[in-house]
């Protein structure tokens, strides 16, 4: 193909009188190709169209993609890599290749299943993107990994946090719950990433919870699931979880109470609101303000996020939540069904009327964890004293109390530990321990000093001085100063 400066003076000869033979004596140039350029009406310019040669990873091509769809399906540490897609094709399909065509092949299948994410999606106001991230929390002097729950409004970029142990769906609903009560609202649409734990896909459906089923109908919010690794379908919540990472959780919070601190998180969010948004140019707390005319109203009542269960018990006793994560209920329910109400932060221990037996603080984690109320097995350990030495309960006892019982004999022991039944059931433990401990003198411990120290701890603790009586200076005045002395002789004397 010549080059515009030379058809043009092909073209400029042809027009000073010169034939096709002569220019093409001239030029060196072919007839033909003389005659082509001469002839040629259209020169406007025309898109350069690729036209690939052929290689020899063509036929193998089919068997890459293959592959590489598969990997979409899998965690990303265990996707192929081009040198794995070149060792398979060697081994399974007799490609005899070099690796580079197979490493540039497969780079530009990538880039383009990828391109995708650059795509710009229009929001409207109210609807709310939701996705989970993860932080190291010091909590009570020890390091632990905790899942934070963000909600984010694409159309203004404003952005809400919650921090829970997990990520199920009572962590959710708790979170979601909270957000909506501080922000005064609900958003009418919740897109939700694929894995959060609201649903189950299976195929092309989800399979929502029960728990978060009747937490959408209490709200009446709609519920949209991104397609599997289409995270640009809610990239503005992705985003939005590492920006609450980076500048909320560095460095490393320290927290005691995590009611209050996500309390606190709510309100820090003002901080951020008051920053001009990166592409409309206006403060994000007045975008915000088109957000939240675009919420439903709150229901009237708020939803209680708790999950009930029957779970049966071990031989101690013990539910098993979450396949790893022990809950002690009381000897008496070994291999017996208990029902249990379970919340993001705690679960409850049922009676049969309903009422709760014991609440334990709720455990996450990939390690097994054992919760113990050791008031729940008083009445067993009552019926069996001598299993006193070895039980947990005994680890709790002050060691005055712990002596104590250890050189009683069982019919004392028992007498003891009915007394410590007692106070359990109406002051609690900690209360019933420390009163029978002040109550031990010498090698007596008398019931009814405990029962009574026991009744002033609760009302007033120990520590509290007495209240002030009323004064009797008028009634000393009156009968005391005011009477003559000769009576109070004679009255002496008739004694």
Request: glycine share 8%; charged share 30%.
């Amino acid at each position: 193909m010549l080059k515009m400066s030379q058809v043009n003076y092909i073209r400029d000869l042809s027009n000073s009188g010169y034939r096709i033979a002569e220019i093409s004596k001239k030029l060196k140039l072919d007839r033909k190709t003389v005659r082509k350029y001469l002839s040629q009406e259209d020169f406007s310019p025309t898109p350069p169209v690729r036209h690939p040669a052929p290689s020899k990873l063509d036929p193998y091509k089919p068997k890459i993609l293959e592959w590489l769809v598969e990997d979409q399906h899998v965690w990303q540490k265990q996707q192929h890599t081009a040198k794995r897609i070149f060792d398979r094709l060697r081994e399974e399909e007799g490609f005899d290749g070099s690796y580079s065509i197979v490493q540039r092949y497969v780079k530009s299948v990538r880039h383009a299943q990828q391109a995708c994410a650059t795509q710009e999606l229009v929001w409207e106001p109210g609807s709310a993107q939701v996705d989970f991230g993860e932080a190291d929390f010091n909590v009570n002097g020890l390091c632990r990994r905790m899942k934070y729950l963000t909600v984010s409004f694409p159309y203004s970029n404003d952005g809400f946090t919650q921090v829970f142990g997990g990520e199920t769906a009572e962590c959710v609903c708790q979170g979601l719950r909270n957000i909506f009560e501080y922000i005064g609202g609900v958003p009418p649409l919740l897109i939700f990433d694929n894995a959060t734990g609201v649903g189950k896909r299976v195929g092309s459906h989800v399979h929502e919870t029960e728990l978060f089923r009747r937490f959408r109908a209490h709200y009446g919010c709609r519920v949209k699931f991104c397609n599997p690794y289409a995270g640009y379908e809610k990239g503005n919540v992705e985003r939005k979880v590492g920006y609450v990472r980076a500048n909320l959780f560095v460095p490393v919070p320290r927290v005691k109470d995590f009611h209050v601190y996500n309390r606190e998180l709510l309100k820090r969010r003002d901080v951020k609101a008051q920053e001009t948004h990166y592409k409309k140019g206006v403060r994000i707390a007045a975008l915000f303000e088109e957000d939240r005319a675009a919420l439903r109203p709150l229901p009237r009542k708020a939803f209680a996020v708790c999950r009930y269960e029957w779970l049966k018990a071990d031989g101690y006793g013990k539910i098993c939540l979450d396949g790893k994560h022990y809950y002690s209920t009381r000897p008496e329910n070994s291999h017996q069904k208990v029902l249990v109400g379970i919340y993001a932060d705690k679960v409850d221990v049922l009676r049969d009327d309903g009422t709760v037996l014991v609440s334990h603080e709720r455990r996450f984690g990939p390690e097994r964890t054992d919760s113990n109320d050791y008031r729940t097995t008083l009445c067993t350990l009552m019926k069996n004293p001598g299993s006193w030495e070895n039980s947990g309960i005994r680890r709790q006892a002050p060691a005055l109390l712990r002596d104590y019982l250890d050189q009683q004999d069982r019919r004392s022991r028992k007498k003891q530990l009915r007394t410590l039944a007692e106070l359990t059931s109406h002051y609690g433990l900690e209360t019933a321990l420390t009163a029978m401990e002040r109550s031990i003198h010498g090698e007596h411990l008398s019931s009814c000093d405990a029962a009574i120290l026991a009744e002033r701890i609760a009302g007033f603790g120990l520590d509290t001085k007495p209240t002030a009586g009323p004064s009797l200076a008028v009634y000393d005045q009156a009968f005391l100063r005011g009477g003559d002395p000769h009576d109070a002789e004679d009255e002496g004397h008739a004694g």
